[in-house]
């Protein structure tokens, strides 16, 4: 089944919850990107605690763009996240982090655009998600679609296809039918969705696209 999942990117805290207020009446899942200025040239809000009043509201997935992302798992897990999706680039150790992780909720690892597949230390099968980017370089909000990021996806949807395969970077109407063919079945929008006039008639064409998209692959 298809996802299209609301990602916020925000330095501050009133941003944020404003895009929680907008996303509020037909979102279930948001994915909170995280970055310290290390991973990326880029800093976004970076503590946990005031998420807790949205953790009943919602699922809460973390997308880790940091130095040793292991760090930030249990401040974030008390703040209710259950879906921790690490950046291998800077990650020192991508066993202990899915080791510790997946005591906490649900674990992925997230491999940037132009990141080669081999450095995936460990089996796909101890993975609940994997996602790609699919803009230029992670770390901000707005990049264009890079089509030849695909064949990441591609790849990965032949070696294990029933990992659910997550793309970020460049979700629009236009980019989801391709990513869909190729194999993914969760789409993070962040521009496509708040800088719409109506971000919930924005959610729903991109959910009937990818649903489209799956019925013509099918």
């Avoid at 996240?81 to 982090?97: C, N, V």
């Avoid at 990141?115 to 993975?127: F, K, R």
Wanted: aromatic fraction near 10%.
């Amino acid at each position: 089944m298809h996802e299209i999942i609301p990602g916020i990117l925000e330095k501050d805290w009133s941003a944020i919850e404003e895009k929680f207020k907008q996303i509020r009446s037909f979102a279930k899942t948001v994915h909170i990107d995280l970055i310290d200025g290390k991973f990326a040239s880029n800093t976004t809000f970076l503590d946990p605690q005031p998420f807790v009043q949205y953790s009943k509201d919602f699922f809460l997935e973390l997308h880790l763009m940091v130095e040793d992302p292991i760090d930030y798992l249990e401040p974030f897990a008390k703040a209710g996240f259950r879906r921790f999706l690490g950046h291998i680039e800077k990650m020192p150790d991508q066993i202990a982090f899915l080791a510790k992780a997946e005591h906490l909720g649900e674990v992925g690892l997230a491999v940037d655009g132009p990141t080669p597949l081999d450095l995936l230390q460990v089996s796909l099968a101890d993975l609940d998600a994997l996602l790609l980017f699919t803009g230029g370089k992670a770390g901000f909000s707005g990049q264009p679609f890079a089509k030849n990021r695909l064949d990441k996806v591609k790849a990965l949807h032949t070696k294990e296809p029933f990992l659910p395969l997550t793309v970020d970077g460049g979700t629009t109407l236009i980019s989801i039918p391709h990513s869909s063919h190729a194999g993914a079945v969760r789409f993070i929008a962040t521009s496509a969705l708040f800088t719409s006039n109506n971000p919930e008639a924005a959610y729903h064409a991109l959910l009937t696209a990818a649903t489209s998209a799956q019925s013509e692959g099918a």
